[in-house]
């Protein structure tokens, strides 16, 4: 009984690092910053930058279903609104130097 607590203890906190670990590693679009030229769509080799409708408004947004967290959207963003999880604030200030 004591084991099996301890195995799903284990099991848990294993899932719970899998998707902070995940997560950190997320590409994003700091809507702020994009000026909606649309190089990122057309540089993503996976395809996974959709333009989307948002409060009657058109943005583009990372399908993280898609996206493969190869970075070609970061180097070529001209304005460095695109955000690699925890290298935010370094990806934004690489393009703005
Ligand atoms: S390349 Fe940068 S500024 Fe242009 S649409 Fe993509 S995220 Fe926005
Ligand atoms: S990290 Fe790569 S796959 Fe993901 S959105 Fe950017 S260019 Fe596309």
Redesign the pocket.
């Given at each position: 009984m004591y084991t099996k607590r301890v195995v799903a203890c284990l099991v848990l906190i294993s899932g719970l690092f899998i998707i902070i670990f995940a997560a950190a590693k997320m590409h994003y679009?700091d809507q702020k910053?994009?000026?909606?030229?649309?190089?990122?769509?057309e540089e993503c080799p996976e395809a996974a930058?959709e333009v989307i409708e948002k409060d009657g408004e058109e943005i583009?947004v990372i399908n993280q279903e898609k996206c493969t967290q190869c970075g070609v959207?970061i180097d070529?963003?001209?304005?460095g609104?695109?955000l690699a999880g925890d290298a935010k604030s370094k990806a934004k200030d690489d393009k703005k130097q």
């Open positions: 679009i910053v994009c000026t909606k030229c649309g190089v990122c769509v930058i583009h959207c070529v963003c001209p304005e609104a695109i």
